[in-house]
């Protein structure tokens, strides 16, 4: 079953093709991996899919549903959560609250219950934090949830951003360089924890990742952008033993030793 | 009177004048947080709210009285209304702009506090209006000091209202995503918040207040006039600054401190009440030179 259904998707700014026709699916249950040179278009692929940019043609189905219309935060809704490049947890905002905030688009009291403070909306509130503290534990973050979230240890809050993406019950988790900047030791428990969210909460995961070592054992299949055009997609092995995607990584032989050969 | 009795009473007086400010203070500090606009036209809907106060009392207080109870009605009542034209404003004029320069946005502010102003004025062809209520005179006497029934019932909804936002604001999911907005608005679109929705909502609770305000001075100075938001407003944006735009307890703290700077500087020798307004203006300067991000607040961080 094809999960996440990218069909002849083309953006440009003014003039520059950032991405051209690009067709790409991600299959429901799988882990996959967008990889290719700076400025192939990867992020800009990412942001059409979140609803941010609007390609000038293609189509973009989620499980069937054209999300390409759609506001960023239906997107969200619609069941597809997203991690940057760079840490963006809510300052001013203990961990628990930033999980907590994920869950929004999954709770239906309004302005007008949550200033009477009915009932309904209290055991929503216990609700949202018990599946926060839940995510927060999936991730491995068992203390420090008072913490202003911004104080924690960088690799702690990439996992607190993970977190609060989980927390918008997402079918599709895109990570977009998830491993930058951590140690090897995290960048370990990341593969797990990557393993765990697709075995145990069943949810597809795309990522971006430029530590092609990481992307080999964890993705089982791994699509390859460069210039804005897709050039290659299969499984880790095909993939490193194609001589497009070598060419396209340094256009010499040392793509090999940066494709983790 | 002696020094201790003068003390008190001008406590008293500071906390009932900072009630005031800070509710206004709230509605300006909520604003400019979510949307990093400063409201000019918040002091005109704290006026608006008077007159909606006043109309809505003079429909009811056949029926309910224009007592306290009649007037805490109304208030209810103005503070729904207009909460939904400051979600009207919000919309028509405000929205439009958010993505141009920030100046253009500050004139249009600009522009529908004069339509408001001028627009009662209209109405009200520039007289003083009576607001109709009948709060009686009565209170207790703590040794020489005075504290008037109507003072406590002031203070004490004011408190009630700051302590429901603070509430409202720090332990609910609507509450989280007023904060998440002020913070990061595309990734709080990306975790499924509804941006657009949350700045509406962050209108109607602040002009909310302001028509709290309102109907409640009106209610306890007797009268309502097409410019008495235009003081109060520029009071509430130094409350808000003295606290520190942007931060909710901050406005509730500038609020208070700056209506005990009022009642105790107006008692300095030489410094009378007519030195009021430059003595809290002087304090907005002091606060914008030398600590410009106010008592509570945080120097802000642009992101990418």
Same mark, same amino acid.
Request: zero cysteines.
């Given at each position: 079953m094809t999960l996440l259904q990218v069909q002849g998707v083309s953006l440009s700014f003014a003039g520059s093709k #950032? $991405?051209?026709?690009v067709n790409f699916a991600v299959a429901e249950g799988a882990i996959a991996s967008l990889i290719g040179p700076n400025g192939a278009g990867k992020t800009s692929l990412f942001n059409c899919i979140t609803g941010f940019y609007k390609p000038q043609a293609g189509s973009i189905r989620l499980a069937g549903t &054209?999300? /390409?219309?759609?506001k960023p935060h239906q997107v969200t809704r619609s069941g597809i959560a997203r991690t940057f490049q760079n840490v963006r947890l809510f300052r001013e905002m203990s961990v628990t609250e930033n999980v907590m905030s994920g869950l929004h688009c999954r709770t239906s009291a309004g302005i007008i219950e949550s200033i009477l403070r009915l009932p309904g909306q209290q055991r929503e509130e216990t609700m949202i934090r018990d599946f926060a503290e839940e995510c927060l534990t999936f991730v %491995?973050?068992? &203390?420090?949830? *008072?913490? *202003?979230?911004?104080? /924690?240890?960088y690799g702690w809050q990439r996992r607190v951003e993970i977190a609060r993406a989980l927390a918008t019950k997402p079918k599709l988790l895109l990570l977009d &360089?998830?491993?930058?900047? $951590?140690?090897s030791s995290e960048k370990e428990d990341l593969i797990g924890l990557i393993g765990r969210i697709r075995d145990q909460r069943g949810i597809s995961v795309l990522l971006i990742e430029h530590d092609t070592g990481l992307v080999m054992r964890v993705s089982e299949r791994i699509s390859v952008l460069d210039h804005g055009v897709m050039i290659a997609e299969g499984a880790p092995k095909e993939i490193q033993a194609n001589p497009k995607v070598i060419e396209a990584y340094l %256009? #010499? &032989? *040392?793509g090999e030793a940066s494709l983790g050969l | 009177m002696g020094f201790i009795d003068i003390f008190s009473q001008q406590l008293v007086n500071g906390i009932v004048l900072g009630s005031f400010y800070a509710l206004v203070a709230l509605g300006y500090t909520m604003v400019f947080g979510v949307v990093k606009l400063l409201n000019f036209a918040h002091g005109d809907l704290y006026m608006v709210g008077g007159f909606a106060g006043f109309l809505i009392l003079s429909f009811l207080s056949p029926f309910i009285g224009p007592g306290w109870f009649g007037v805490a009605v109304s208030m209810v009542f103005a503070m729904i209304a207009v909460g939904i034209l400051g979600v009207v404003i919000e919309r028509v004029a405000y929205a439009p702009m958010l993505s141009a320069p920030r100046l253009s946005i500050l004139i249009t502010a600009l522009a529908v506090s004069l339509v408001l102003q001028n627009g009662m004025l209209t109405i009200t062809k520039g007289q003083y209006v009576p607001f109709g209520s009948a709060l009686g005179f009565g209170g207790v006497n703590l040794g020489s000091l005075f504290i008037s029934y109507n003072q406590m019932i002031l203070v004490g909804v004011s408190i009630a209202l700051m302590a429901g936002l603070e509430i409202f604001v720090s332990r609910t999911q609507y509450g989280r995503a007023m904060r998440a907005v002020s913070v990061d608005k595309d990734m709080s679109r990306l975790l499924g918040i509804n941006v657009n929705r949350v700045i509406a909502g962050t209108f109607f609770l602040g002009t909310g207040l302001a028509a709290a305000a309102g109907t409640m001075a009106g209610a306890y100075y007797g009268s309502l006039w097409y410019f008495m938001g235009f003081l109060i407003g520029l009071k509430a944006f130094t409350a808000a600054v003295i606290g520190g735009i942007g931060s909710i307890p901050g406005a509730m703290l500038g609020g208070l401190i700056l209506g005990l700077l009022e009642s105790f500087g107006t008692q300095l020798? =030489?410094? =009378?009440?007519?030195?009021k307004d430059v003595f809290s203006f002087s304090v907005l300067i002091l606060v914008l030179v030398f600590k410009p991000t106010g008592l509570l607040g945080k120097p802000e961080q642009e992101r990418m």
């Open positions: #950032v $991405l051209q026709g &054209e999300t /390409l219309r759609m %491995g973050i068992t &203390e420090g949830w *008072d913490r *202003d979230a911004t104080t /924690l240890p &360089e998830p491993a930058a900047g $951590l140690t %256009g #010499v &032989e *040392d | 020798p =030489g410094v =009378g009440s007519e030195w």
